[in-house]
């Protein structure tokens, strides 16, 4: 996807939960509705056609839906699958989740969308995405889990976080274990980029290193870009039935929101893990988390709104994994 399809993205998902009225500044505020439609409304690629799949279920499930948003939240869908026919059914009121919305209408959504559009070329589960925004602190903290059937082995090489790039190319730019000279990371002081290891361990393998990740999306109409080249420390932990990939934040070496640059801040938390454990009859179960916070853009109002935000991309994030399942690297 291109960074303004990612954005569209991002605003349906916000749209599901918080909508765009005017006590939202400017600058937080995401595309309107026909406009994300538009943008995302020529998407082909089956990984990303699953994408705007699940974002347009989210709406279709959004209690803001039932509750006033129904005619535009519609006009959406149908613009992304005018195959699907008539308009969706409204469906029963379910106990609320964590992430604003109940599971089981977007799972119900979310079976009727596949109808309209190609399946990812393997068997997999839906995931199961939660996550939850401390107002208090500002801490996001987000989990998804889903089952897919390929060999274990294969799941051990092909998620290892050295291929976070080449799974989820929208979001992050590079993904390496860092090179190092005289037990000290090698960045270059121009771009801010740590050097790659030339030799770098097996994916899929144990190992333990300093880790570079550069990550870029878009957020908002005037937010455009966040952007960070963070160094992590990463665990890789094969058992014969499970592994285990821990990432903890090391330092950032450099972040920027729309113009604001800061080099070595912006980010004090980026920590989480993927688990992964072999069901047996060829099935994996995945479950993958995060905790993130952004920190130091402002007043506290301002990282307050920024971390809300956050706390949307977060979900497209997690979510935008899973339609890596199927990929071989």
């Not at 909508?19 to 409304?41: F, I, Q, T, V, Y």
């Not at 839906?65 to 699958?81: E, H, P, Q």
Request: net charge negative.
């Amino acid at each position: 996807m291109t960074d303004d399809q990612i954005l569209a993205l991002n605003s349906l998902y916000f749209h599901a939960q918080y909508g765009d009225d005017d006590a939202w500044p400017a600058e937080c505020r995401p595309l309107p509705l026909d406009e994300a439609a538009a943008r995302l409304a020529g998407v082909t690629d089956p990984h990303e056609i699953s994408a705007v799949r699940r974002a347009a279920a989210q709406l279709l499930a959004s209690p803001r839906r039932a509750a006033g948003a129904g005619a535009s939240f519609d006009r959406t869908v149908r613009t992304l699958f005018p195959d699907l026919g008539s308009t969706p059914p409204v469906l029963a009121a379910q106990p609320m989740r964590a992430h604003g919305s109940s599971d089981r209408p977007f799972q119900t959504y979310l079976r009727m969308l596949k109808d309209t559009g190609p399946a990812l070329p393997c068997v997999h589960t839906e995931p199961d995405t939660d996550v939850d925004f401390d107002e208090k602190t500002g801490m996001i903290r987000g989990k998804s889990t889903i089952s897919v059937r390929r060999p274990f082995d294969e799941c051990r090489r092909v998620f290892d976080p050295q291929h976070w790039d080449v799974l989820v190319p929208q979001y992050f730019v590079r993904a390496c274990v860092a090179a190092t000279t005289g037990g000290k990371v090698v960045v270059d002081p121009t771009t801010h980029a740590a050097a790659c290891d030339p030799t770098p361990p097996a994916p899929g393998s144990a190992w333990s290193a300093v880790f570079f990740e550069h990550y870029r999306l878009r957020i908002a109409s005037v937010f455009k870009l966040v952007e960070f080249k963070n160094l992590l420390d990463v665990r890789s932990m094969p058992q014969p039935m499970s592994h285990r990939f821990e990432y903890k934040l090391r330092k950032v070496l450099y972040g920027e929101i729309a113009t604001i640059q800061k080099v070595g801040s912006g980010l004090d938390c980026d920590d989480g893990y993927i688990q992964m454990n072999d069901r047996g009859n060829g099935w994996v179960d995945i479950e993958a988390t995060k905790d993130f916070r952004l920190e130091g853009w402002g007043n506290a109002f301002t990282n307050y709104l920024l971390n809300w935000w956050t706390s949307i991309t977060i979900r497209t994030t997690l979510d935008a994994a899973y339609e890596a399942v199927c990929k071989d690297v």
